[in-house]
């Protein structure tokens, strides 16, 4: 769920062609446009522009307000502004309506826990892992729910198997967690500098944040 606290966006495959109708190009354009406000929000959110990304969202009207994309979207940046139970109405009508879109849930988990309610976020984390178990920041997720709430068995059972430079930096946040977890800062800071070595800011970052969630 690499840049999970987004969306699943489709890309549209029939944009060209004079043979459509004026509706459906209208239709096209529409949510043509709609993508980009879309990529556009994701900007500002991986800048950690918040209150910009919230000022763009909250120019969407009608029906692009109620886009799931939209809303899903409005959960996450409200959340990072701290207004938890506004975002959390948002993220919670979303499952409410639709319980298999899994960004929602995977979102909401992330919302509980930066709220510290750890049972709460726990049980969406479970749920995104069932919904993708190959998903190592989602597996990461888990491992640190179960660590915060003093269940090492079962968190590490969430990350077994994962190896040295594989796909993600998640090993190294793994090792940088539970070295911070037995009081070495040192090796700590060793993990996660090998890791922005390796993967690069950017991959970095979705769990840099979820370390500091969990104040490691």
Same mark, same amino acid.
């Given at each position: 769920?690499?840049?999970?606290?987004?969306?699943?966006?489709?890309?549209?495959?029939?944009?060209? !062609?004079? &043979?459509?109708?004026?509706?459906?190009?209208? &239709?096209?354009?529409?949510?043509?446009?709609?993508?980009?406000?879309?990529?556009?929000? $994701?900007?500002?959110?991986?800048?950690?522009?918040?209150? @910009?990304?919230?000022?763009?969202? =909250?120019?969407?009207?009608?029906?692009?307000?109620?886009?799931?994309?939209?809303? $899903?979207?409005? /959960?996450?940046?409200?959340?990072? #502004?701290?207004?938890?139970?506004?975002?959390?109405?948002?993220?919670? +009508?979303?499952?409410?309506?639709?319980?298999? *879109?899994?960004?929602?849930?995977?979102?909401? !988990?992330? #919302?509980?826990?930066?709220?510290?309610?750890? @049972?709460? &976020?726990?049980?969406? *984390? @479970?749920?995104?892992?069932? =919904?993708?178990? =190959?998903?190592?920041?989602?597996?990461? +997720?888990?491992?640190? =729910?179960?660590?915060?709430?003093?269940?090492?068995?079962?968190?590490? /059972?969430?990350?077994?198997?994962?190896?040295?430079?594989?796909?993600?930096?998640?090993?190294?946040?793994?090792?940088?967690?539970?070295?911070?977890?037995? /009081?070495?800062?040192?090796? +700590?800071?060793?993990?996660?500098?090998?890791?922005?070595?390796?993967?690069?800011?950017?991959?970095?970052?979705?769990?840099?944040?979820?370390?500091?969630?969990?104040?490691?």
């Amino acid at each position: 769920m690499k840049r999970a606290v987004l969306v699943l966006i489709l890309l549209l495959g029939c944009l060209a !062609g004079t &043979s459509l109708a004026q509706d459906e190009t209208t &239709s096209a354009v529409t949510q043509h446009r709609r993508i980009l406000k879309i990529q556009r929000i $994701n900007r500002l959110y991986e800048a950690g522009k918040y209150e @910009e990304a919230l000022e763009l969202l =909250n120019k969407c009207q009608g029906e692009e307000a109620q886009d799931v994309n939209i809303l $899903n979207m409005r /959960g996450v940046v409200l959340g990072k #502004l701290g207004k938890y139970d506004e975002a959390q109405k948002i993220l919670q +009508r979303l499952l409410e309506e639709n319980p298999s *879109f899994h960004p929602a849930v995977y979102n909401l !988990g992330d #919302l509980l826990f930066a709220k510290g309610d750890y @049972e709460a &976020s726990l049980r969406f *984390f @479970e749920t995104a892992y069932r =919904n993708d178990p =190959n998903n190592e920041l989602v597996r990461f +997720r888990l491992f640190l =729910n179960f660590l915060v709430l003093g269940r090492e068995r079962e968190a590490a /059972g969430a990350v077994a198997g994962m190896i040295p430079a594989g796909g993600t930096p998640a090993w190294y946040f793994v090792r940088a967690a539970l070295a911070q977890k037995r /009081g070495e800062a040192g090796q +700590r800071n060793r993990d996660l500098a090998l890791a922005r070595e390796i993967y690069g800011e950017d991959e970095c970052r979705d769990f840099k944040v979820a370390l500091k969630a969990a104040k490691l």
